[in-house]
């Protein structure tokens, strides 16, 4: 196509039959090369995911030893007032609500999460609709 819109010299003289052949060998190219960008793209977001899990894992396991050596702090506050094992079952139910309430939240947010869209591959696939009605109109004319 020229800048005014209209079908270039090569396309006005080409029979129906290769128009549509040459339609349908750029349609097969751009899926292929919109399947390829949205590998990518996925690829790139599971790369720096897997980076914040990792990060997150060691955060998690720091955090565990600090609750235990909290935990131990509580239990050996509460027992200066009552016995060891009732201070470690007053301790123990205290953070087994805590996770319960944590759970729920938790259960909420994932229910409440969206999947992984490659968001550049579906503009660009609209786009490529676009165009190939463009094409296919002028094909026609």
């Not at 080409?14 to 349908?24: I, M, V």
């Not at 997150?56 to 007032?81: K, P, Q, R």
């Not at 079952?89 to 729920?104: P, Q, S």
């Amino acid at each position: 196509m020229d800048a005014g819109g209209r079908p270039s010299p090569e396309l006005q003289d080409a029979s129906l039959g290769d128009l549509l052949k040459q339609l349908s060998e750029q349609t097969t190219t751009l899926v292929r090369q919109e399947i390829d960008l949205a590998k990518a793209e996925v690829t790139q977001k599971g790369k720096q995911a897997s980076v914040g899990a990792g990060v997150l894992a060691a955060a998690a396991i720091v955090g565990l030893l600090a609750l235990g050596a909290l935990t131990a702090m509580f239990i050996a506050l509460l027992d200066t007032a009552m016995a060891t094992w009732l201070a470690a079952l007053i301790v123990t139910v205290v953070y087994g609500a805590i996770a319960g309430a944590l759970a729920v939240v938790g259960r909420g947010r994932l229910k409440a999460a969206t999947p992984v869209v490659p968001e550049q591959t579906v503009e660009t696939v609209k786009e490529d609709v676009e165009w190939a009605k463009t094409q296919a109109r002028s094909a026609r004319t």
